[in-house]
């Protein structure tokens, strides 16, 4: 349904007067997601994943250099495509409720533009499948709850006629009652048939609904595995990155990793993590590994088996 | 004696409802202490008002048994979960960071703090890079005693979290600081903490006495 291909990003900056620099943000993505699906893309902050949902969604600023391919449906996602499909076909659920309009009351503030009784009938189906209650519909943005105001947001995209859908970071700082009903509200529209893309750095809270996870780091897919793939002390997963953030969670051993993220314009023509990594042979520092098929995924690493 | 103790604390925010009334809660040296509660339950007020950000309408605080003095570098440092929020952003990083004093070297190094940042400004750091700033300058002044940590890693991946943490909790303990933890991540705080409260619990068990 919608499928990047060597996706890279870059931003030009003036430095020191008229001398001109592009900063490399994201490289070489290649990432697909099915009709049904709900993909995350799971990793730590300065990764680009956002830059990715704004690279889709053709949000990015004037000074972006877009290299690669996006296309929708077989389609080219391009300008003139984006533009007919944006809010229609295709929506982002953005991360909270100042996102809603403080003056309308949630129930038609999901209507949207549609008028008229099927469509408020269509409202209060939506609502009860994510769990939304009909008083929920009467209630202004400053009444409903942080898990409330995301299940709205994400109402508002279904009843849109989304077909494929970006949420960016839905959960952070809910408890995680409500973050896990905004996620099941996600996984709900996956159900429904939907292609979702959803972008976080709670890998936690994600693997309750993803059928497959993509780890970025430094700008780059470093593993895509199937969820369930993430258990145990994590020795199925294909790239010791993705280990170590597995491995790093409170409730799987809490491991430090020494070292800090590079930026992608570091670590052009090696790999990004060899620096960092527990298993880096020679050759990773040599030269910048290709995103190769593993046991049904992918990993980006000389090493991996 | 406690190293930090609150008695009788009541705030609200004017006119409105008391959002807790007589709620005590102390904190030892060397303590680990974990607090959870539902959201805008007001463990985040309390959080400021222990800091010395907001006033108690009533009850104190208190620091090795005496109040806390009105001058100087507060002993009761907070971290909070958004460091963009937490500072000035027409400030470089240097400033920032040499806010509260010179940070100790040895923590500079462990919290992965390159020169290369102090010349930035907070918007070019990401958000995991401007909260390692925001835990040094909340450490730097030697009065610091307490440190309260808000959702402090909330918005981090799971590695930057465990690496914060463990420069955190390695720090206090040799400093015998106290530590407060308001966070929502359940396995956080069986983690790190040494006791851990309710803030249900705290509210009723005051209530009572």
């Given at each position: 349904?919608?499928?990047?291909?060597?996706?890279?990003?870059?931003?030009?900056?003036?430095?020191?007067?008229?001398?001109?620099?592009?900063?490399?943000?994201?490289?070489?993505?290649?990432?697909?997601?099915?009709?049904?699906?709900?993909?995350?893309?799971?990793?730590?902050?300065?990764?680009?994943?956002?830059?990715?949902?704004?690279?889709?969604?053709?949000?990015?600023?004037?000074?972006?250099?877009?290299?690669?391919?996006?296309?929708?449906?077989?389609?080219?996602?391009?300008?003139?495509?984006?533009?007919?499909?944006?809010?229609?076909?295709?929506?982002?659920?953005?991360?909270?409720?100042?996102?809603?309009?403080?003056?309308?009351?949630?129930?038609?503030?999901?209507?949207?533009?549609?008028?008229?009784?099927?469509?408020?009938?269509?409202?209060?189906?939506?609502?009860?499948?994510?769990?939304?209650?009909?008083?929920?519909?009467?209630?202004?943005?400053?009444?409903?709850?942080?898990?409330?105001?995301?299940?709205?947001?994400?109402?508002?995209?279904?009843?849109?006629?989304?077909?494929?859908?970006?949420?960016?970071?839905?959960?952070?700082?809910?408890?995680?009652?409500?973050?896990?009903?905004?996620?099941?509200?996600?996984?709900?529209?996956?159900?429904?048939?939907?292609?979702?893309?959803?972008?976080?750095?709670?890998i936690e809270a994600a693997l309750k609904v993803a059928d497959r996870v993509a780890v970025l780091y430094a700008g780059e897919v470093v593993e895509t595995a199937a969820a369930g793939e993430f258990e145990g002390t994590g020795k199925v997963l294909r790239h010791p990155y993705s280990r170590a953030l597995w491995q790093a969670l409170p409730a799987n051993g809490f491991r430090a990793l020494p070292g800090v993220q590079p930026s992608p314009a570091e670590?052009?023509?090696?790999?990004?993590?060899?620096?960092?990594?527990?298993?880096?042979?020679?050759?990773?520092?040599?030269?910048?590994?290709?995103?190769?098929?593993?046991?049904?995924?992918?990993?980006?690493?000389?090493?991996?088996? | 004696?406690?190293?930090?103790?609150?008695?009788?604390?009541?705030?609200?925010?004017?006119?409105?409802?008391?959002?807790?009334?007589?709620?005590?809660?102390?904190?030892?040296?060397?303590?680990?202490?974990?607090?959870?509660?539902?959201?805008?339950?007001?463990?985040?007020?309390?959080?400021?008002?222990?800091?010395?950000?907001?006033?108690?309408?009533?009850?104190?605080?208190?620091?090795?048994?005496?109040?806390?003095?009105?001058?100087?570098?507060?002993?009761?440092?907070?971290?909070?979960?958004?460091?963009?929020?937490?500072?000035?952003?027409?400030?470089?990083?240097?400033?920032?960071?040499?806010?509260?004093?010179?940070?100790?070297?040895?923590?500079?190094?462990?919290?992965?703090?390159?020169?290369?940042?102090?010349?930035?400004?907070?918007?070019?750091?990401?958000?995991?890079?401007?909260?390692?700033?925001?835990?040094?300058?909340?450490?730097?002044?030697?009065?610091?005693?307490?440190?309260?940590?808000?959702?402090?890693?909330?918005?981090?991946?799971?590695?930057?979290?465990?690496?914060?943490?463990?420069?955190?909790?390695?720090?206090?303990?040799?400093?015998?600081?106290?530590?407060?933890?308001?966070?929502?991540?359940?396995?956080?705080?069986?983690?790190?903490?040494?006791?851990?409260?309710?803030?249900?619990?705290?509210?009723?068990?005051?209530?009572?006495?």
């Amino acid at each position: 349904m919608l499928e990047i291909a060597g996706l890279s990003v870059s931003f030009g900056q003036y430095v020191g007067g008229f001398r001109r620099r592009d900063i490399p943000v994201l490289n070489d993505v290649d990432l697909d997601v099915d009709a049904g699906e709900l993909l995350a893309v799971v990793g730590s902050s300065g990764s680009g994943k956002s830059l990715l949902a704004h690279a889709v969604m053709g949000l990015l600023p004037e000074n972006a250099v877009v290299r690669g391919r996006i296309s929708y449906g077989g389609r080219t996602l391009d300008e003139s495509l984006l533009r007919k499909l944006r809010g229609r076909e295709l929506a982002l659920v953005p991360q909270g409720v100042s996102y809603l309009d403080p003056l309308l009351r949630a129930g038609k503030q999901a209507l949207g533009r549609q008028r008229g009784l099927a469509a408020k009938k269509r409202v209060r189906s939506v609502f009860r499948r994510f769990g939304l209650a009909e008083q929920a519909e009467e209630m202004y943005p400053h009444q409903l709850s942080g898990g409330m105001a995301r299940k709205v947001l994400v109402s508002t995209a279904a009843l849109g006629g989304a077909r494929f859908v970006i949420a960016d970071e839905p959960t952070p700082g809910m408890e995680p009652e409500s973050a896990a009903e905004a996620l099941q509200a996600l996984r709900e529209l996956a159900d429904g048939g939907c292609g979702v893309l959803l972008i976080t750095h709670d890998i936690e809270a994600a693997l309750k609904v993803a059928d497959r996870v993509a780890v970025l780091y430094a700008g780059e897919v470093v593993e895509t595995a199937a969820a369930g793939e993430f258990e145990g002390t994590g020795k199925v997963l294909r790239h010791p990155y993705s280990r170590a953030l597995w491995q790093a969670l409170p409730a799987n051993g809490f491991r430090a990793l020494p070292g800090v993220q590079p930026s992608p314009a570091e670590t052009a023509s090696c790999c990004s993590f060899a620096a960092r990594c527990p298993i880096a042979a020679q050759e990773c520092a040599a030269g910048k590994p290709p995103l190769r098929k593993l046991r049904g995924g992918a990993v980006r690493c000389w090493v991996a088996e | 004696m406690a190293l930090m103790e609150a008695a009788g604390l009541g705030f609200c925010y004017g006119g409105q409802d008391w959002l807790f009334r007589e709620l005590s809660l102390s904190v030892e040296e060397g303590e680990v202490v974990g607090l959870s509660g539902p959201s805008g339950s007001g463990k985040s007020t309390l959080a400021k008002v222990l800091a010395g950000y907001d006033k108690p309408i009533v009850g104190e605080v208190k620091l090795d048994g005496l109040p806390i003095p009105e001058r100087g570098a507060h002993p009761v440092q907070l971290v909070l979960q958004h460091p963009e929020r937490a500072v000035n952003p027409r400030w470089r990083i240097r400033r920032i960071l040499m806010e509260g004093g010179t940070p100790d070297a040895a923590l500079i190094e462990a919290l992965g703090i390159t020169e290369d940042w102090l010349g930035r400004w907070p918007s070019e750091l990401s958000g995991g890079e401007l909260q390692r700033i925001c835990i040094a300058r909340a450490l730097s002044p030697a009065a610091v005693k307490v440190l309260i940590a808000d959702e402090m890693t909330a918005m981090l991946d799971a590695i930057t979290q465990s690496g914060l943490w463990r420069t955190v909790l390695r720090y206090a303990e040799h400093r015998r600081m106290g530590l407060l933890v308001i966070s929502h991540d359940e396995q956080l705080l069986r983690r790190i903490c040494t006791r851990r409260l309710k803030w249900d619990e705290l509210v009723r068990c005051a209530r009572a006495q």
